[in-house]
Each structure stands twice: as structure tokens, then as C-alpha cells.
């Protein structure tokens, strides 16, 4: 359903201090997939590792998808010291930027190429903590702006992926143009550097206040009635009530329905996304190269190309967003397909840079208002975490199979053609849920009259 906001509405409801805080700490939950993705796979492809062996070790991603089994405790665990000092969701993404700290600084001192076992241990660690920081950081983003605020939700949604690209591709940046002259251990002594910086901001954003505990109380309540054991009354709603709240609001068709579109809708882009930077390397270009056209004017072009994409968003609706940014999405994989057919030119990888940062904002901006609007106010950390989980699992299980996928093949070409015409199952299950959506939003309006009046 459209916005009822007039243009300027729109572009003044962003002045929201708000949304500089969503930036601020996606910044955090961009820059680890630098420290164990891209800057890893250049260096592991500087160290002379083949093409399987950089996709398999891309499997440490696979904690991603798993992160909603102990999402329950980010909702429901306070932290000794720390929560009473910066609060429940501030206090977790301290903690987890700390141990990303620790792992970066000790895999600084690594070398891949004669101990990739030790590497893969620390970039694992890494991956653990970062999938726990970003149940925190989507949980706090969530508390911040709660799906009653639906206008808002593709703004927070653009704030957080352009924090995320942001933390992901200037520090990119910084890497590639300096791996040839300082070393790949140089950099990551400097990434360590920027994650000092990013536990600054942590500090400096303000905690959302919620009805979270209020609402996890009356759960508690409710189970009480069943069982006289705390413990029992604990578990349960810390485990069982986030999952049966998500089936009960949706009901179970409906509810299957979304999470298998969710895991479907990005896998395309995830086999893209992991053998990029190999395929940058192979057909010629420099590192200079690609930190230059990948990270800095992807950086630039995705930040420009997602405020769009959410200004689109809010005027006329996320589903529909989704699925223009889904088909885009698809059709931006053939430009890499051309480059393997071209070589390495620059004024095509320049434009296919730009084509996949326009297509990748624009259907992500849809997509996390899409994870938003599905999720609970009692247990946003736990509900958006087996949404987004879902999608990483695609992202990370799968797609560490596209380096074997490359072998078999021996075709770049038909590689990234076999990626763009993965998502369109996930568009058929999309157009099959639009009235679903079209009915909850007719929902939300009713309520929100009937509480005016």
C-alpha cells in the first residue's frame, strides 16, 4: 500500500537523530564480513589458494544462519555490569565487538598459506561474534522503530544498509590499496584500529526505551498458569513463545510461505557475492582495481542508490519494492557475465559496479523492511533473527558451494547466468503472499484510526 506522506513529508522525515544511530552501529555489523570475506578471499587468493578451497572457507559465514538458536538469549540474558551501564542492547554489541577485536589482532599475526587451519579457528570466532552482534544491532534498530511506525520502516531499513556497506566497503577500501604495499598483516592490524572506533559509537548512540520487558512479563504470566517452576516459566518464554508468536500472528501456511521465499530470494546474489572478488582477480583486474571501482564508488553508489530505493519504498509500498528489486537483482548478474565475455575492461566493470550496487540496495532496503514489518515487539531480537537467519542461510550454507559450482562449470559466463535465474522462485511465492500483506496493512490503518478516535 502507498504512503499517504506528500514528497517533502518524506524527505524531511529523515532529519531524525534516529536514523543516525541505526548508521552508526550498522557500521559495525557491516565491517566483519570485510575482516573474514572479501579481504580474506583477496588474501587467501594472493596466498595461492584455489578457488574450492576460498569458497569452503567461506563456510565460517554459516553461524550466520544459525544465530536465532541463541538469539533467545540476547533478548532475554542481561549482562553483568555492562547492561546497567549502556543497557540490554548497547551492552551486547560492546561485548561482541570486544572478542571481534581480540580474533582480529591474532589473525594480524597468521599467515593463510602455511596455517589456514589457525585462520579458519580465529575467522570462525570472528563470525560467531558478529552473528551475535547483529541480533543486537537489528534487535536495537527494531526497538527503535517498531513496525506501528510503518512509514519509518524503509528509512531505518536504508540507514542500516547504508551503515552496513558503509562498514563494509571503506574499510574495503582502505585494505585493497594498501595490500600490495603494506601486506595483508599490515591490514588487519589496521582493521583492529577501526574496530576501536566503531566500540566508540556503540557508546555514543542512545538505547531505545520499549514495552519489551513489560510484554515479556505478561508471556510469563501466561505460562505461570501452566507450570509453577520459574525455571520452566523461563525457558519457555525465552525459547518456545518468540517461534509460536510468529506462527499464531501469521498462521502456518502463510508463515511457511515467508520463510521459504526468505531463504530463497537472495542465493543468486550470494554465489555472485562469494566469488567476486576471485573473479575480479582472474580476468585481470589489480587490487588497486577493485578497491577502487568495488569498494569506494560501490560505496558511493550503494549509499546514493538505497536512500532511493527507501524514498521508492515509502511512497509505494515494500512488497512491490521487493519485487522490482528482485527482478533488477536478477537482470544486474548478466552484466558480470558480460565482463567474463569482455575481459577486464574498466568503463564495463565501472558500469556493472554500478548497476549491481543500484539493484542490490534497492531490493535490500525492501527486503529488512520486509523482515521488520513480520516481527513482534516482546521479542524483536529472537523473531528478526530467525527471519534474517533464514536468508543467511542461502547466503552462507549454499553458497559456499559456488567455488565448486565455478570448477564444474569452467564458465564464468554461464556462472553468472545460473545466479540471475536463481531467484525466481522466490518471486513466484512473493506475488502468491501480496494480499496477505495488502490485508495486514488494511489492519494496521484500521487499528491506528480506531485508536485516534
Not at 537472495?266 to 589489480?286: N, Q, T
Not at 569506494?296 to 528489486?325: D, E
Not at 527486503?367 to 524483536?380: I, P
Request: contains cysteine; positive net charge.
Amino acid at each position: 500500500m502507498s504512503s499517504t506522506l506528500s514528497w517533502k513529508e518524506t524527505f524531511s522525515s529523515y532529519l531524525d537523530k534516529r536514523l543516525l544511530w541505526v548508521f552508526m552501529l550498522a557500521c559495525s555489523s557491516g565491517f566483519p564480513w570485510v575482516l573474514i570475506g572479501s579481504n580474506m578471499s583477496g588474501w587467501l587468493k594472493d596466498a595461492g589458494l584455489t578457488r574450492t578451497a576460498i569458497g569452503y572457507f567461506g563456510s565460517v559465514f554459516t553461524v550466520y544462519a544459525f544465530n536465532f538458536l541463541w538469539a533467545p538469549l540476547v533478548d532475554r540474558v542481561k549482562l553483568p555490569i555492562l547492561y546497567s551501564l549502556i543497557g540490554q542492547r548497547r551492552s551486547w554489541i560492546f561485548l561482541c565487538q570486544t572478542f571481534i577485536l581480540v580474533f582480529t589482532l591474532f589473525i594480524a599475526g597468521t599467515n593463510p598459506a602455511t596455517n589456514i587451519a589457525l585462520t579458519s579457528i580465529l575467522a570462525l570466532g570472528i563470525a560467531i561474534s558478529s552473528a551475535t552482534q547483529d541480533i543486537a544491532i537489528d534487535a536495537f534498530r527494531i526497538d527503535t522503530f517498531p513496525r506501528t511506525e510503518k512509514s519509518k520502516l524503509p528509512q531505518a531499513s536504508a540507514m542500516a544498509v547504508v551503515g552496513w556497506w558503509t562498514g563494509y566497503s571503506l574499510p574495503g577500501y582502505v585494505a585493497f590499496i594498501n595490500a600490495d604495499s603494506i601486506g595483508w598483516n599490515g591490514v588487519y592490524y589496521g582493521m583492529a584500529i577501526i574496530i576501536a572506533l566503531l566500540m566508540v559509537f556503540t557508546l555514543l548512540v542512545g538505547e531505545p526505551s520499549t514495552e519489551r520487558e513489560f510484554l515479556q512479563q505478561k508471556a510469563e504470566d501466561k505460562y505461570n498458569q501452566v507450570t509453577q517452576s520459574r525455571i520452566a516459566t523461563w525457558i519457555s518464554v525465552t525459547v518456545i513463545e518468540p517461534f509460536w508468536d510468529f506462527f499464531k500472528r501469521n498462521g502456518v501456511k502463510v508463515a511457511l510461505t515467508i520463510l521459504l521465499f526468505i531463504f530463497l530470494f537472495k542465493i543468486g546474489e550470494a554465489f555472485l557475492g562469494r566469488m567476486s572478488i576471485v573473479f575480479y582477480k582472474e580476468i585481470g583486474f589489480s587490487n588497486e582495481q577493485i578497491g577502487q571501482y568495488s569498494k569506494l564508488i560501490g560505496w558511493g553508489a550503494t549509499i546514493f542508490f538505497t536512500l532511493l530505493g527507501s524514498v521508492f519504498n515509502v511512497k509505494f509500498g515494500i512488497v512491490r519494492g521487493l519485487m522490482i528489486g528482485g527482478i533488477a537483482m536478477a537482470g544486474s548478474n548478466l552484466m558480470f557475465a558480460w565482463i567474463a565475455e569482455v575481459g577486464p575492461n574498466e568503463h564495463l566493470f565501472l558500469a556493472t559496479i554500478l548497476v549491481d550496487n543500484f539493484t542490490t540496495a534497492f531490493s535490500t532496503v525492501a527486503f529488512v523492511s520486509f523482515l521488520t514489518l513480520l516481527t513482534g515487539s516482546a521479542f524483536s531480537a529472537t523473531q528478526y533473527a530467525l527471519l534474517a537467519s533464514l536468508g543467511n542461510l542461502g547466503r552462507t550454507t549454499l553458497a559456499s558451494f559456488s567455488g565448486e559450482l565455478v570448477d564444474l562449470l569452467n564458465d564464468w559466463s554461464t556462472f553468472f547466468i545460473i545466479t540471475a535465474l536463481m531467484v525466481i522462485p522466490s518471486l513466484i511465492m512473493l506475488y502468491s503472499l501480496r494480499h496477505f500483506f495488502d490485508n495486514v496493512s488494511d489492519k494496521h490503518h484500521a487499528n491506528k484510526r480506531n485508536k485516534q478516535k
